[in-house]
């Protein structure tokens, strides 16, 4: 750093897990914010020139902890017996995301995300995007723009969002928008055309999607991603085009 040249830091974990500002007691032991960046390697809280705020299209979970959001019942039997590795076809999925069952539509989106845990392959708990979520999220790691990964998981799925929490008889229950959002699946056709052509090719669903949420954290978006791949980072024209309705 003394020499001029860039350092990445890259947070494991996430906000919600952080022992101080997480979701206690369903944490992890360890701060997870970005500002462990600076405890944990050893460098000054000025020389961090720019935090980025890694998230998902849509929520997931690792164990037991509120997801206000989730899309079925992590007690149920269904949801138990369910493993990495269970073969569905892509028309199968479908069907569960046309069931109008929560449940399934969670599966569906677990399927298509490969969202199960890296070594127990247990199931991770999925729910709707959460705005609220973010926006504290921001706030707590002064996040500068947003990464929005997984933005295919979503394809052919119209979903709403969480907006705010409202109390029924003492619990804090989310408030959805009126507006669904939604996008036709993503093929690699489509994936290459965005990564060449950036925002502007993007489906109008998933434009609307990131503009709305930039708007609703105020703060842009700077790169989004419809793979695990690499090459299927979009980049080009993304953080000017939702740093336009802020």
Partial sequence: MNEGLSVIFEGAQGTYLDIDHGTY?????????????????????????????????????????????????????????ERQGDKFTEDEIKKMIASGDDYLLGKAIRLRGVEYGTTTV????????????????????????????????????EFKVAIKYVNED????????????GWETIGEEDKERMVRDGFDSMHEGMKEYLIDLANF????????????????????NVLERTSQYL
């Fill in 25 to 81: 007691p369903f944490v992890t032991s360890s701060n997870s914010t970005a500002g462990n960046a600076c405890t944990g390697s050893g460098i000054g809280p000025s020389d961090v020139d720019y935090i980025i705020g890694v998230a998902k299209a849509y929520v997931t979970r690792v164990g037991n902890g509120p997801v206000p959001t989730e899309l079925g019942d992590p007690e149920s039997e269904e949801f138990k017996k």
């Fill in 122 to 157: 247990r199931p991770r708990r999925v729910g709707y995007p959460d705005f609220v979520m973010l926006l504290h999220s921001r706030d707590i790691n002064s996040i500068q723009s947003w990464a929005i990964t997984k933005m295919d998981v979503l394809g052919d799925i």
């Fill in 170 to 181: 003492g619990i804090l229950v989310p408030e959805y928008s009126e507006k669904k959002y």
């Fill in 217 to 236: 954290t105020k703060t842009p978006v700077s790169f989004g991603s419809t793979s695990p791949e690499r090459r299927h980072t979009i980049t080009r």
